[in-house]
């Protein structure tokens, strides 16, 4: 089966390194390709007597964003399987890299920095919206962007919609790359219990704490209904992947201790969740 994956995104957002990823995977990878040329390159890629059928196109933004979803919609009709993965990160984030690299971002002309940056993300909106998959890399160095990206294309298994549960603090602000976010601010916050503040939702203490309250209690029992009926909804309409963001204040106990939980009861579905704690270590 031929494969292809999509790596667009963001201009700084790391679409080049997360190609490196794959190549090291053994995908082979075509960077900075403007999207223009994508159906031409699929077209060869399937060609009689080519040995090459996991290819990653890292496709170019910047003046060609207007080219980018009609190229990657008419890709979805030629090729056997079609991923894509965006690349975003928090604006701030974006104009510091490009003032330490000092280099000149595509849509600068006569806008700011952040302004052109801004003007991008309003440009691909539409393409996010198409992506199987968003990464937030505004948190992530180089080798932590490997560890994020990786297992999502590391594996030859297709038995399913592959689920991410995640959790962060509100104060470090929304996760960009999630698709149901569920705040957990309403329980009891271990943090104000001087025996488990030094502690995360991770060890014994704060886990027993807060899943012992009444509310987390039905918390659970109402998610695990309706996760019941979205999962299947979700594998029914082809999505290849779905992040569920807990949150709580700082991220360290009551996110944490319920993304275990979730992630826990979602197993025993038969389901091989991966679990990120965003901000735990904050």
Not at 234 to 249: I, P, Q, R, V
Request: hydrophobic share 40%; charged share 25%.
């Amino acid at each position: 089966m031929r494969e292809f994956v999509v790596i667009t995104g963001l201009s700084g957002a790391g679409r080049s390194q997360a190609g490196d990823v794959l190549e090291d995977l053994g995908w082979f990878v075509i960077d900075n390709l403007p999207p223009s040329l994508i159906p031409k390159v699929a077209e060869l890629g399937g060609g009689a007597g080519s040995s090459v059928d996991r290819v990653v196109l890292v496709v170019g933004t910047g003046p060609y964003h207007e080219q980018v979803l009609p190229a990657v919609l008419a890709l979805r009709t030629q090729v056997e399987r079609l991923r894509i993965l965006f690349l975003d990160a928090a604006t701030d984030v974006l104009v510091r890299r490009y003032e330490s690299t000092r280099r000149r971002h595509p849509l600068a002309e006569d806008r700011s920095l952040a302004q052109a940056i801004e003007h991008e993300r309003r440009l691909l909106e539409a393409v996010k919206a198409e992506a199987d998959v968003v990464v937030d890399t505004s948190e992530l160095n180089v080798h932590q962007l490997r560890e994020r990206v990786a297992p999502l294309f590391a594996t030859d298994d297709d038995s399913g919609m592959q689920v991410t549960v995640t959790s962060f603090g509100y104060k470090h602000g929304l996760p960009l790359d999630t698709d149901i976010v569920l705040d957990c601010r309403f329980l009891p916050n271990p943090h104000w219990e001087p025996e488990l503040r030094e502690l995360s939702g991770r060890e014994a203490p704060v886990r027993d704490f807060v899943l012992g309250q009444p509310e987390a209690v039905a918390f659970i029992d109402h998610l695990d209904g309706l996760l019941t009926l979205l999962l299947p909804a979700y594998e029914a309409e082809g999505k290849a992947y779905l992040t569920l963001a807990f949150g709580c204040t700082g991220g360290r106990h009551r996110s944490v201790a319920i993304a275990e939980r979730v992630a826990d009861d979602l197993s025993s579905r038969g389901q091989r969740p991966r679990v990120v704690h965003r901000d735990v270590d904050r």
